[in-house]
């Protein structure tokens, strides 16, 4: 018997390549695309903000989708669904833009204001509106998808409407609802005066059993008790948001509830454009068969950021969003160490502008063994991962990342904190069993980072040794074809319970 072909709506504020601010943009473009080839049917739906090119992407009307009417609270909001297609691939996955002006088209940037740096004062609206519009969409369209696929906080109400305000309209009763987590320390919180733009029953308005919490209104809340099932990007991040305060970010008692129906699957990496023997960014391509010419890209890398070139000397690099979450405290904190230790350190990187000052200051004392880019250059990332020896990656909590899988691809150590992903996707190398594709340390401490590093240093001086784990990382599979073969399965689970 042919295996049942599904049909997926994938909800997600950023999907690659029309817009981008993180990790959960490539995940938006990867998996669709992944499922789509594995033979379902999938549509994306997601906000048409200023920055999406209409020409570029032929982003065209659709008169059944145009001029929908929604109210959030007293406002009434008009808005189309328009379309086009995922590019650069051959199987088609439709997508839907959500269009208004108001509220997104006339802004370039998804959640914060530039000029301020804050959020947008009505992200609230917004979003609301991106949950409105998958009932629309359906209803419309009389297209009843199998899942409803939402990612993050800004798709959390999603569930609620179609448990509760929608349950009567014909066709939802089937409906089933998968939610993703990618980073519960983003919730979607609003004073709870916001509940009455919602337009969800007045019973929702509460703590006990509505999507108030801590005295405000949750978005995040909402998905987590509404949605059929609940899964978070690795498997040991799900059992640390259910099982421990410290990751739980307030939430820890509704996901232990909730656990048995909270799974952990690891993303993938989209192998076409993260991998040494195909990388159009890089100078000089090369595979585990070639590994030797690797060291190529690092005389590139050096020459680059104006540091000597020595091939005894490792490179260790950072490529991350400067904040204390990612353990850029720990570096900070170990940095004088680290500026004692045989190593070159280069750092790709935009945040907390205590950083920024912190590293310039740094760029200037030691301009032989510390550069940095802070900002964003897609191209120095392809670069950095090609030309480094490690990879340091140190969170504080890390949901699934996807760097130190790319560093493993492209035969970079990396140098991780035991936790979340970081604890899934790099094995320990011990020197027992000569065994392992990268370092770990689970202490969140400065000292526990530089006696990792240590290690790692008196191992590259055995060169033998040192490709042995490379080599082990550049086998290790970490595409998509598993991580959907996974989605695929849980979907199936969702629908089994009928």
Not at 213 to 233: A, E, P, R
Not at 310 to 333: F, M, N, T, W
Not at 374 to 402: N, Q, R, V, W
Request: aromatic residues 12%.
């Amino acid at each position: 018997m042919a295996a049942r072909r599904l049909r997926i709506l994938f909800v997600s504020s950023e999907v690659v390549p029309f817009v981008k601010t993180g990790g959960l943009a490539d995940v938006s473009s990867a998996l669709p695309k992944k499922l789509t080839e594995l033979g379902h049917e999938v549509r994306i739906i997601l906000p048409k903000y200023g920055a999406v090119d209409e020409r570029k992407f032929k982003i065209h009307d659709i008169v059944r989708l145009k001029d929908i009417v929604v109210k959030v609270g007293e406002k009434e909001v008009i808005f189309s669904l328009k379309s086009c297609f995922l590019p650069g691939i051959r199987t088609r996955v439709q997508i839907y833009f959500l269009d208004n002006q108001e509220y997104f088209g006339s802004r370039n940037s998804l959640y914060i204001d530039p000029i301020t740096g804050k959020d947008y004062p009505d992200n609230d609206e917004r979003f609301i509106i991106l949950n409105r519009a998958v009932v629309e969409l359906i209803i419309r369209l009389g297209w009843y998808p199998d899942v409803i696929h939402l990612n993050d906080w800004q798709c959390g109400l999603a569930p609620a409407y179609i448990k509760t305000a929608f349950k009567d309209t014909p066709g939802f009763d089937k409906l089933r609802t998968l939610f993703t987590i990618h980073n519960l320390a983003y919730q979607g919180t609003f004073p709870p005066s916001v509940f009455s733009k919602t337009g969800l029953p007045e019973d929702l308005n509460s703590e006990k059993k509505g999507i108030l919490h801590k005295g405000k209104l949750n978005f995040m809340k909402s998905g987590l008790l509404f949605s059929d099932v609940i899964n978070t990007v690795s498997e040991t991040y799900a059992k640390e948001i259910s099982t421990k305060e410290e990751y739980g970010e307030g939430l820890k008692d509704i996901l232990a509830k909730r656990k048995d129906r909270l799974f952990g699957i690891v993303n993938g990496i989209d192998t076409n454009i993260w991998h040494p023997e195909n990388d159009k960014l890089i100078p000089v391509k090369y595979s585990i068969k070639n590994l030797e010419k690797k060291i190529e890209n690092k005389k590139h890398l050096l020459e680059r950021f104006g540091l000597p070139f020595d091939e005894k000397i490792p490179v260790v690099s950072v490529i991350s969003r400067l904040y204390d979450a990612k353990g850029i405290d720990l570096i900070q904190k170990a940095f004088p160490d680290l500026m004692k230790m045989d190593l070159q350190l280069i750092l790709l990187g935009t945040g907390d502008y205590k950083y920024h000052t912190f590293f310039d200051k740094m760029a200037m004392k030691y301009p032989k063994k510390f550069a940095c880019y802070l900002g964003f250059s897609d191209e120095l990332a392809h670069l950095i991962e090609a030309g480094s020896d490690m990879f340091l990656m140190p969170s504080k909590y890390e949901p699934c990342g996807l760097n130190q899988m790319y560093s493993q691809v492209y035969g970079t150590v990396p140098i991780v904190r035991e936790t979340g992903g970081l604890a899934d996707t790099v094995k320990r190398f011990e020197e027992k069993t000569e065994e392992g594709t990268g370092f770990m340390f689970r202490k969140y401490d400065a000292k526990e980072l530089l006696n990792e590093i240590k290690r790692a240093l008196k191992i590259f001086a055995d060169q033998k040794l040192w490709q042995k784990i490379q080599k082990a990382g550049m086998k290790e599979d970490f595409s998509w074809d598993k991580s959907a073969k996974s989605y695929i399965e849980l979907y199936k689970t969702i629908l089994a319970e009928d």
